[in-house]
T-cell receptor, first 114, second 114 residues
């Protein structure tokens, strides 16, 4: 299995631009999670899905952030418009069960907003 | 409510010497505790977990951790550091019994000198 796949691995954009991060979970995993990692706040859960349905989005920072999962093999995290404070590493993870220890993490997308 | 504090942002050791990475937690309920490792440009990987069974937990790559309720600690140790252990380490707490939202520590960077 290729593991959790994220693209792009690096993204540099200018303030105000739309940014779309993509994630392909491990086949057969029913749960998908989006995390953000910053120096200031550490690693935070943004949102998670179960069977393509968003279950808890309480970690999404504001309306500029949105996440979708149109099918079992694909999810996006969109930031529109982007701001410099959105600069972070964004991780996607997937799992069979709703337990943190069963999650497999992707390599992350490093986002820099200028 | 729950929180986790990793007491050192950086730990530097020589190859072959013991490793100690410190973690203290706070939880209003019975916790589950985990240690994750993150190598450069990689996602997080589970090292070990404590879920209310044995208080001394053994993980991968020779790491182990001891849950001490009286001290609210879950320190990570390894008898002899290897160069390949150089990475970022995260202590994580969740509510025991499967309640989802994990709280991650800020991370400790382990530096291993030859």
């Amino acid at each position: 299995d290729a593991g959790v796949i994220q693209s792009p691995r690096h993204e540099v954009t200018e303030m105000g631009q739309e940014v779309t991060l993509r994630c392909k979970p491990i086949s057969g995993h029913d749960y998908l999670f989006w995390y953000r990692q910053t120096m200031m706040r550490g690693l935070e859960l943004l949102i998670y899905f179960n069977n393509n349905v968003p279950i808890d989005d309480s970690g999404m920072p504001e309306d500029r952030f949105s996440a979708k999962m149109p099918n079992a093999s694909f999810s996006t995290l969109k930031i529109q418009p982007s701001e410099p404070r959105d600069s972070a590493v964004y991780f996607c993870a997937s799992s069979l069960y709703l337990k943190v220890e069963t999650q497999y993490f992707g390599p992350g997308t490093r986002l820099l907003v200028l | 409510a729950q929180s986790v504090t990793q007491l050192d942002s950086h730990v530097s050791v020589s190859e072959g010497t013991p490793v100690l990475l410190r973690c203290n937690y706070s939880s209003s309920y019975s916790p589950s505790l985990f240690w994750y490792v993150q190598h450069p440009n990689k996602g997080l990987q589970l090292l070990l977990k404590y879920t209310s069974a044995a208080t001394l937990v053994k993980g991968i790559n020779g790491f182990e951790a001891e849950f001490k309720k009286s001290e609210t600690s879950f320190h990570l140790t390894k008898p002899s550091a290897h160069m390949s252990d150089a990475a970022e380490y995260f202590c994580v707490v969740t509510r025991s019994g499967g309640s989802y939202i994990p709280t991650f520590g800020r991370g400790t960077s382990l530096i291993v000198h030859p």
